[in-house]
Nanobody, 127 residues
């Protein structure tokens, strides 16, 4: 059974950093890509960034470059989202998802094709 467990959310001040984790199990880590998405109150879920665990390929969604970094630890089957210089508009529930590699090229598109989802972790950035 595919399982994704996102963690690391919390309350931070503007300008601070936070690292989210997505622990994966139930599938061959290198065969899938992991994407991070977020959903702010009253808004559509949007892509942030994804990574191919096989070759380290990463892809940002539109307008997400600059403050977000993704990396994987294959030994731990875990993908991390490093978020720096956080702003109040980054407040959202952050989700990780997994699917076949081709979806990592469409991070600016709809989130709905992604198959496997973890429960979200809430990030709140206060001003």
């Amino acid at each position: 059974e595919v399982q994704l467990q996102a963690s690391g959310g919390g309350l931070v001040q503007t300008g601070e950093s936070l690292r989210l984790s997505c622990a994966a199990s139930g599938f061959t880590f290198d065969d899938y890509v992991i994407g991070w998405f977020r959903q702010a109150p009253g808004k559509e879920r949007e892509g942030v960034i994804c990574i191919s665990n096989l070759d380290g390929y990463t892809n940002y969604a539109r307008n997400m470059k600059g403050r977000f970094t993704i990396y994987a630890d294959s030994a731990k089957n875990t993908v991390y989202l490093q978020m720096d210089s956080l702003r109040p508009e980054d407040t959202a529930v952050y989700y990780c998802a997994a699917d076949r590699p081709k979806l990592c090229t469409y991070m600016s598109g709809s989130y709905t094709p992604w198959t496997y989802w973890g429960r979200g972790t809430l990030v709140t950035v206060s001003s």
